[in-house]
């Protein structure tokens, strides 16, 4: 009920391309989704995040589509460069409970090639 | 502006010996403060969150312990280290009124 199951685990995109990530969840009461990028080596940063009221969120190349009813995020990255290889984390949460405390996905390993 | 510290950076222990990794919080008050341990290449397990001085909640049954003495400050600690404590530990923080948690830099500790 808690987790927050990502796919796929790596992932190879050609610069210019596309790389979608997707993670689904099953508890309901989740309302918080945030993307994290981390690279080799650093903590991960916080790239972007929505609530269930909206089925979109962009930032520059970013997007985050939202499906409530299927219970399903992905993060979209556009026109993707070598500069976004890192590992993405999806993460789920909910107001009120356990403090607010994260659920994680696995990570996606993503590459792109130059 | 709000910064998070973590150190050391790097640590190579002895199996049997002491840990005490530190994380600082500078430019907010009462924080939520939290302990991530990250195996290599996966993904990240929650040890240790505290919502106030002296108030820690575990997560996970280990050879880990985590203490708060002061409001900004977040210490993780083992009175002997395993081989399987090795890993990449990270500190992150959260504002009461928001959702989004801020991740410290990391320290890599080694367990030889």
């Known amino acids: 009920q808690q987790q927050v199951k990502q796919s796929p685990q790596s992932l190879i995109v050609q610069k210019g391309g596309i790389s979608i990530i997707n993670c689904a969840y099953e508890n309901t009461a989740f309302d918080y989704f945030p993307w994290y990028q981390q690279f080799p080596g650093k903590g991960p940063a916080l790239l972007i995040a929505?609530?269930?009221?909206?089925s979109e969120k962009k930032e520059g190349r970013f997007t985050i589509s939202f499906n409530k009813s299927a219970k399903q995020f992905s993060l979209h990255i556009m026109d993707s460069q070598p500069g976004d290889s890192a590992t993405y984390f999806c993460a789920a949460s909910m107001r009120g409970g356990s403090q607010g405390n994260l659920i994680f996905g696995k990570g996606t390993k993503l590459s792109v090639k130059p | 502006s709000q910064t998070i510290h973590q150190w050391p950076a790097t640590l190579v222990q002895p199996v049997g010996s002491p840990l005490s990794l530190e994380c600082t919080v500078e430019?907010?008050?009462?924080?939520?403060l939290y302990w991530y341990r990250q195996a290599a290449g996966r993904g990240l397990q929650l040890l240790f969150y505290s919502i106030g001085i002296d108030q820690i909640s575990s997560e996970v049954p280990q050879n880990l312990s985590a203490s708060r003495p002061q409001d900004r400050q977040f210490i993780l600690s083992s009175k002997k280290l395993l081989l399987s404590d090795s890993g990449f530990y990270l500190c992150?923080?959260?504002?009461?009124?928001?959702?989004?948690?801020?991740f410290g830099p990391g320290t890599r500790l080694t367990v030889l």
């Open positions: 929505i609530r269930p009221d909206v």
């Open positions: 430019g907010t008050s009462n924080p939520n």
């Open positions: 992150a923080w959260r504002r009461l009124a928001s959702d989004t948690q801020y």
